[in-house]
């Protein structure tokens, strides 16, 4: 930080955490080292650096060694560590790295019954994080800045996959359904000035079997029987725009499936049906051909403002608008509101 009295020497802090250039809260953010620098007399040659704090840490957020000059608090994705009892303050409650358990219990227990209500990040803190010690959420996005000036974007969304139609799905949907989604949002767009924004798309999908399995942010790709004519038309699938539920026929074929399910999934992520351009993921089935595409202009709309700085647009990306508050009833209401049949 500067000094208040211009004629100190200025001083800056500088922190370095697991990954670079993150958007603070959306990746493990532990830091790492901190380190301050001291010019005198404007004079480049007369820089000093002062290293004081470098750690390291165990998955669940023990120290596993450390160099202290100066302890930074904030230390474990970006939570406070009390000096006297070494907990994080995770906002709901405290957290204990040492066991890697929270003390108390979770206040959304109900939804995580079958993990119990101390654990941290359903055991796997390499991938995910608890912002505020209630839920865990997934790594969803970061931002790089490359040295020619260009941006690369990676995107991750995490969605559910279930069955709820009387037919079996072909072995292998979900990754189908990945290598589809990959396809049509991965790409490059123009932003301000030109910018060039390279966006590395993924989606985690994970096949299972019951409703109870449905995280309460997640986004729900179902498969279903019928779906009822809805505006005159008789649709292979439905969503709504900029939510976390789609619906998908199970008479379709694998491949049908994959691309209904992109296609559905970028409605969930706020783009509108584009019927006119063949090859175009929201084109519909017969018209988008075997490896649908979004165009830069749609690739530019969902995912500009994450690499801007990613704060206004980080809901949109990970559960949107999840009316309920919870995944499963959104399910059970959006398949009740289309009249959707199910084996269920």
């Not at 060039?196 to 997640?218: A, P, Q, R, Y």
């Not at 809901?315 to 499963?328: F, T």
Request: one cysteine or more; proline letters at 4%.
């Amino acid at each position: 930080m500067l000094p208040t009295n211009p004629a100190e020497p200025p001083t800056f802090t500088f922190f370095i955490y697991d990954h670079p250039e993150v958007n603070s809260g959306q990746a493990l953010g532990n830091s790492r080292i901190l380190y301050s620098n001291e010019l005198r007399h404007c004079d480049p040659d007369s820089v000093k650096y002062l290293l004081e704090h470098v750690i390291g840490y165990y998955p669940f957020g023990k120290t596993l060694r450390e160099y202290v000059f100066n302890r930074e608090r904030f230390q474990t994705t970006y939570h406070e560590r009390d000096e006297e009892t070494g907990l994080d303050y995770r906002g709901a409650r405290f957290y204990d790295g040492e066991v890697g358990r929270f003390l108390s219990t979770d206040p959304k227990a109900l939804d995580f019954a079958a993990w119990g209500t101390y654990v941290y990040t359903l055991d796997n803190p390499l991938r995910l994080v608890d912002p505020d010690g209630r839920a865990p959420q997934d790594i969803i996005y970061s931002t790089t800045r490359n040295n020619d000036g260009s941006i690369t974007l990676n995107v991750t969304v995490r969605a559910k996959l279930i069955n709820l139609s009387h037919s079996q799905i072909g072995v292998g949907l979900e990754h189908s359904i990945e290598s589809k989604a990959k396809n049509a949002f991965s790409g490059s767009f123009s932003y301000r000035n030109n910018i060039n924004v390279n966006v590395n798309f993924s989606l985690d999908l994970t096949l299972i079997n019951n409703v109870s399995e449905i995280g309460e942010n997640d986004h729900v790709i179902a498969i279903t029987d019928d779906i009822p004519f809805q505006e005159n038309s008789h649709p292979a699938g439905i969503s709504k725009l900029e939510e976390n539920i789609a619906l998908v026929e199970g008479s379709l074929s694998n491949t049908e499936k994959a691309t209904v399910a992109a296609h559905e999934l970028g409605h969930n992520l706020g783009l509108q049906d584009d019927y006119l351009n063949t090859g175009n993921v929201m084109a519909d089935v017969k018209h988008s051909g075997s490896n649908p595409k979004t165009s830069k202009t749609d690739r530019m709309y969902i995912f500009a403002a994450l690499a801007n700085d990613g704060n206004s647009k980080q809901k949109r990306i990970r559960n949107m608008k999840n009316e309920s508050g919870n995944s499963r009833n959104d399910l059970s209401d959006f398949i009740k509101e289309t009249n959707t049949k199910t084996k269920q």
